[in-house]
């Protein structure tokens, strides 16, 4: 082989290896460019993942938000917030719809803590959260809310000065170019098939990834579910505390409150008063006109006390049309004023039909009339129907408590009982009603007095409990006022509804808790208990004969077959009915010898069965009504 050929194998030789490297080096580069772009791959596919976890966790929070049923505020605050902390977004929060009398409106319900909002606030000098935003039908919001669609503007400027008109334009520039945010994301949400507002998201960049519109779209949806949940949860808790004609708060809600407020007022010792107010002639309103206008001049002093009451006065329909103001703060002379602007307020409505309503009103003030919040309550009823009494319409000032005398009258008996008769009492309880007795009688706490009648029960009732006499009166004196009856008419019932089962004193033991069947004999022997109370034992005190009659006759059923003197119907007085009725519901409800107790509604049922023979009526339906609003 010449040198010529050997030098083309050579160059061959070494074309082939060139040509080998160059193509592994080509290989090599292909590999490298995969592994690059594999890289690439995973670190997107892991910021995805973390985008995702960070998602389901959000979600997951609102989820174990809903099941803890907590209030709704604070159920936006959170999402707001975590929403922005794990989601990276700039600012978040959430507007709500709203309209009033002067038009429509957005507020903001809840807003995500960032230092971006406080220089947008000391920059407008209200805070965000308590302007009131313009709703524009034109606006981007407006646009979402009538597509049903999530809207991404990046004219961020020109959404704020739609909704803030009156902020000015240089303020505006100035937030817009101060801040990240490139664009504002709109959410409409709904709750109940029923358009609620809009979630907003302010995002550093200006378009929106397909994964992250599905994403907006679950997560409004679990928005929506939460604030759903939270709204219904807020309306069962309201629900508990306020009474559904009115709206305003009910008995339950006003007697926790007032234990509260005075707590407040024996550690401060600054006093507070109560208003007690009575729409005059609603029976009459409902005889004429029907339970629909009953319940409209219910509901026009419930807007009336509505809109006389300051943001701390706490206004409560007890139960009819008995409503109570609570004015912290506020001494017997104020009080009158704000009593008196009430009554002449409600005295100027002019209602269809009916006509003007009026109503009777009483003020008691706690530390000035008395440091015991019963006799608070008791002198503002006694003053309310005092107002009833003089004609209606008009506000009557309790007087101290010191100055009323049926209590006096109630100890004056139990004094004279006891050392006039010989009442089988043990020498424990003797000593006890001896301590109780020992305070003057003029101001003798009314506990005493309960406590004294409950002793005295016991004596022919072991099953008695502590207290229940206490009740028994409270419910007596409220039946009552649905009927009107005078002031002096209710103190009468209260000392009736004291002693008017004394005459069991007389009796034997043995009998009253024997626990099989009475024998006829028997049965007729505990129905003297009414004439042995009236004409053995409270005869000789001359101070109570006109409580007598009403002693005596409380068994007396409204189709005369009661006793003892079996009148009927209207020939037995009202305060004698009363006591009927009462006693025998707390003897249903309490245990026998011979029974368990049964449950309010049972023995609601059971007496409902005797409507028109033990009692008439309307006393039934008006106990029913009383009975139901505290059940």
């Keep these: 082989m010449s040198f010529f050929d050997n030098l083309k194998d050579i160059y061959r030789k070494v074309s082939e290896v060139e040509n080998a490297v160059y193509n592994g080096k080509q290989d090599y580069l292909e590999i490298y460019e995969r592994n690059l772009q594999l890289e690439k791959e995973i670190e997107e596919r892991t910021r995805e993942l973390n985008i995702a976890n960070k998602r389901m966790l959000?979600?997951?929070?609102?989820?174990?938000?809903?099941?803890?049923?907590?209030?709704?505020?604070?159920?936006?605050?959170?999402?707001?917030?975590?929403?922005?902390?794990?989601?990276?977004y700039l600012h978040c929060n959430i507007i709500k719809k709203c309209e009033d009398e002067k038009g429509i409106y957005l507020t903001v319900l809840a807003?995500?803590?960032?230092?971006?909002?406080?220089?947008?606030?000391?920059?407008?000098?209200?805070?965000?959260?308590?302007?009131?935003?313009?709703?524009?039908?034109?606006?981007?919001?407006?646009?979402?809310?009538?597509?049903?669609?999530?809207?991404?503007?990046?004219?961020?400027?020109?959404?704020?000065?739609?909704?803030?008109?009156d902020v000015a334009d240089e303020i505006i520039d100035e937030i817009v170019d101060g801040s990240p945010s490139k664009a504002i994301i709109t959410v409409p949400l709904y709750t109940r098939n029923q358009h609620y507002g809009w979630f907003n998201v302010f995002s550093s960049r200006k378009e929106l990834t397909s994964g992250e519109t599905e994403f907006l779209t679950i997560f409004a949806q679990q928005i929506e579910m939460a604030i759903t949940i939270a709204g219904l949860f807020e309306e069962v808790k309201s629900q508990a505390v306020t009474d559904g004609l009115t709206g305003l708060y009910n008995r339950r809600y006003f007697e926790e409150y007032l234990k509260k407020e005075v707590t407040r007022a024996l550690r401060q010792q600054q006093p507070f008063s109560i208003i007690g107010l009575d729409l005059d002639h609603l029976k009459q309103i409902n005889d004429k006109f029907g339970h629909a206008y009953g319940d409209l001049a219910i509901k026009t002093v419930a807007d009336v006390l509505k809109k006389n009451a300051r943001s701390i006065d706490t206004a409560a329909r007890m139960g009819g049309e008995e409503f109570n103001v609570i004015l912290p703060g506020v001494d017997s002379k104020g009080a009158m004023i704000a009593a008196e602007r009430i009554r002449k307020t409600l005295e100027e409505q002019q209602l269809d039909t009916i006509g003007h309503i009026t109503a009777s009103v009483g003020v008691a003030t706690f530390l000035e009339h008395s440091d015991n919040i019963e006799d608070i309550l008791?002198?503002?009823?006694?003053?309310?129907?005092?107002?009833?009494?003089?004609?209606?319409?008009?506000?009557?000032?309790?007087?101290?408590?010191?100055?009323?005398?049926?209590?006096?009258?109630?100890?004056?008996?139990?004094?004279?009982?006891?050392?006039?008769?010989?009442?089988p009492i043990d020498k424990e309880l003797a000593e006890e009603l001896k301590q109780k007795l020992q305070n003057p009688k003029d101001d003798i706490p009314k506990e005493a007095l309960y406590t004294v009648a409950d002793m005295l029960t016991r004596t022919y009732n072991?099953?008695?409990?502590?207290?229940?006499?206490?009740?028994?009166?409270?419910?007596?004196?409220?039946?009552?006022?649905?009927?009107?009856?005078?002031?002096?008419?209710?103190?009468?019932?209260?000392?009736?509804?004291l002693l008017y089962d004394i005459g069991n004193l007389m009796l034997p033991a043995e009998l009253l808790q024997k626990t099989t069947p009475l024998t006829e004999e028997e049965r007729n022997h505990i129905k003297e208990h009414p004439l042995i109370a009236s004409r053995e034992i409270l005869q000789p005190i001359s101070y109570i004969q006109d409580i007598i009659p009403i002693i005596e006759h409380h068994h007396e059923n409204w189709d005369g077959t009661g006793y003892p003197s079996k009148i009927a119907k209207d020939e037995i007085p009202m305060t004698s009915q009363i006591i009927l009725i009462v006693d025998a519901y707390f003897a249903l409800t309490e245990p026998r010898t011979y029974r368990a107790e049964l449950t309010p509604k049972q023995a609601i049922e059971i007496i409902k069965q005797d409507s028109g023979k033990k009692w008439n009526y309307a006393l039934v339906q008006e106990f029913i009504s009383l009975i139901d609003h505290d059940i």
């Excluded at 174990?64 to 917030?81: F, G, H, K, W």
């Excluded at 981007?140 to 049903?148: E, G, L, N, S, T």
């Design 462 to 497: 072991p099953l008695h409990h502590a207290g229940v006499m206490k009740s028994k009166v409270l419910l007596a004196v409220s039946l009552a006022k649905r009927f009107d009856l005078s002031k002096d008419d209710i103190d009468k019932l209260r000392i009736a509804m």
């Design 111 to 165: 807003q995500s803590n960032d230092p971006s909002i406080k220089r947008v606030e000391k920059l407008i000098k209200i805070p965000f959260q308590a302007r009131k935003l313009i709703y524009n039908d034109e606006s981007v919001y407006a646009a979402a809310a009538r597509d049903k669609k999530i809207m991404l503007t990046p004219d961020i400027g020109g959404t704020l000065k739609s909704v803030a008109p």
């Design 58 to 88: 959000t979600l997951q929070h609102i989820w174990d938000m809903m099941n803890a049923s907590r209030p709704l505020q604070s159920v936006l605050e959170t999402i707001v917030n975590n929403i922005q902390g794990e989601l990276g």
């Design 378 to 423: 008791d002198l503002t009823d006694q003053a309310m129907y005092q107002s009833k009494r003089n004609g209606r319409n008009q506000v009557t000032l309790a007087k101290p408590v010191s100055e009323t005398s049926w209590q006096e009258i109630a100890v004056n008996t139990f004094m004279d009982i006891l050392s006039k008769h010989n009442i």
